[in-house]
């Protein structure tokens, strides 16, 4: 059978495949376990629905992931992939996010605690070689200074993620159909550069699928969130992937620039930084904590104008597809990158992040 072809039948059927567990696992969940992630009624944390509803998306998400490790050796020969030090790293991270998370919906974890097991996480990537190469490149042996401050680059990457993603999850569909469209972008990144036979595209298309099965059940009106059992899961999944596929790959000239890879994941993950970024900074201007919930998001702020829910997810989705334009434009298509590029995309940017923090700061006060 032809290569290609061999392919397209494996990640296709796969793709299926676990859309339909994903659908599966959730409904069984559903309709077996109605309590799980339901927090104590007396809690004091201010939550978008008016509904407690089932915390139980992320363990399809985990499942699903660990389902797509095991699946490689099936399809490929190369199985020594697996035992690899950056994929047991992503294991292992993942695994540690997936139950810390797990415990949060269940027990309700203190945030000093989620804090350091995120900050273990990231930790966990860096020792294991998944690391941001920021200043220090594809240098072998780069200037202690230049590691350290990668290091703690992808420390504040991996913990302001997975805090990004789990605060994002304000609204049915949202954080589900943002996180789509990344793992697109970086399967489309995979493609561009002709990396066909990764274990990182099973892990993607795994993902995506659980995520397309869940969202059947989280759009609005939803039957469940994917709680943090699901935001803290993505949030690391989604921060490996983005040091690996974003901050780390050359454009298709085999160009690595530091201030075109910066843009690149700024764009691409650019609604959970600018609603983390704008509930974070309304807070510290009322004095208080960025980490208590509230409806202030930019959601609720859209929200508030006026547009349904339905509508509020659509506007992300149409702002995630522009965005992954303007990355097909800056990785393929561009290829003397200079400062006029840099000025034109941080123009882009800074309209973006007005647009959706200039209607949360007038409902803020």
């Known amino acids: 059978m032809d290569g290609k072809l061999y392919l397209v039948l494996v990640y296709s059927s796969?793709?299926?495949?676990?859309?339909?567990?994903?659908?599966?696992?959730?409904?069984?969940?559903?309709?077996f376990a109605s309590t799980l992630g339901i927090r104590n009624a007396n809690e004091t944390v201010i939550r978008w629905s008016?509904?407690?509803?089932?915390?139980?998306?992320?363990?399809?998400?985990?499942?699903?992931?660990?389902?797509?490790?095991?699946?490689?050796?099936?399809?490929?020969?190369?199985?020594?992939?697996?035992?690899?030090?950056?994929?047991?790293?992503?294991?292992?991270?993942?695994?540690l996010a997936f139950l810390m998370g797990l415990s949060d919906d269940a027990y309700n974890t203190r945030p000093l605690l989620k804090f350091m097991i995120q900050v273990g996480c990231g930790l966990i990537l860096v020792s294991t070689g998944t690391y941001i190469k920021f200043l220090s490149g594809s240098n072998p042996a780069p200037e202690p200074a230049k590691l350290y401050f990668d290091y703690a680059l992808t420390l504040f990457w991996?913990?302001?993620l997975m805090n990004s993603i789990n605060m994002l999850d304000n609204m049915d569909g949202i954080t589900t159909l943002v996180s789509i469209t990344i793992i697109l972008?970086?399967?489309?990144?995979?493609?561009?550069?002709?990396?066909?036979?990764?274990?990182h595209i099973l892990l993607l298309i795994g993902v995506l699928a659980a995520l397309i099965g869940f969202l059947f059940f989280n759009w609005h009106p939803s039957k469940m969130f994917m709680g943090d059992t699901?935001?803290?899961?993505?949030?690391?999944?989604?921060?490996?992937?983005?040091?690996?596929?974003?901050?780390?790959?050359p454009d298709v000239h085999g160009k690595l620039i530091q201030s075109k890879q910066f843009f690149v994941t700024i764009l691409t993950f650019a609604i959970p930084i600018i609603d983390t970024t704008t509930v974070t900074i309304n807070?510290?201007?009322?004095?208080?904590?960025?980490?208590?919930?509230?409806?202030?998001?930019?959601?609720?702020?859209?929200?508030?104008m006026g547009l349904t829910e339905k509508r509020i997810a659509i506007l992300y989705v149409g702002i995630c597809f522009v965005s992954m334009f303007f990355n097909l434009l800056i990785i393929k298509y561009?290829?003397?990158?200079?400062?006029?590029?840099?000025?034109?995309?941080?123009?882009?940017?800074a309209a973006l992040f007005w647009f959706l923090y200039a209607p949360a700061r007038k409902h803020s006060r």
Request: glycine share 8%; net charge positive; charged share 10%.
């Open 50 to 95: 008016p509904q407690a509803k089932p915390s139980l998306g992320g363990i399809s998400f985990y499942i699903i992931f660990l389902i797509s490790i095991a699946s490689y050796p099936i399809f490929f020969e190369q199985s020594k992939v697996l035992f690899s030090k950056p994929l047991l790293g992503i294991l292992a991270a993942c695994t």
């Open 230 to 249: 699901g935001s803290q899961f993505l949030g690391l999944f989604l921060a490996a992937m983005g040091i690996i596929y974003f901050w780390n790959t």
């Open 158 to 160: 991996v913990v302001g």
């Open 283 to 304: 807070r510290l201007r009322k004095g208080k904590s960025p980490f208590v919930g509230g409806k202030d998001h930019t959601t609720h702020s859209l929200f508030f």
């Open 14 to 31: 796969y793709f299926i495949s676990t859309v339909i567990l994903s659908f599966l696992i959730n409904g069984l969940f559903l309709k």
């Open 185 to 199: 972008s970086a399967l489309f990144i995979l493609y561009l550069n002709n990396d066909n036979y990764s274990i």
């Open 334 to 349: 561009i290829e003397h990158w200079g400062y006029l590029h840099i000025f034109l995309f941080t123009v882009y940017y």
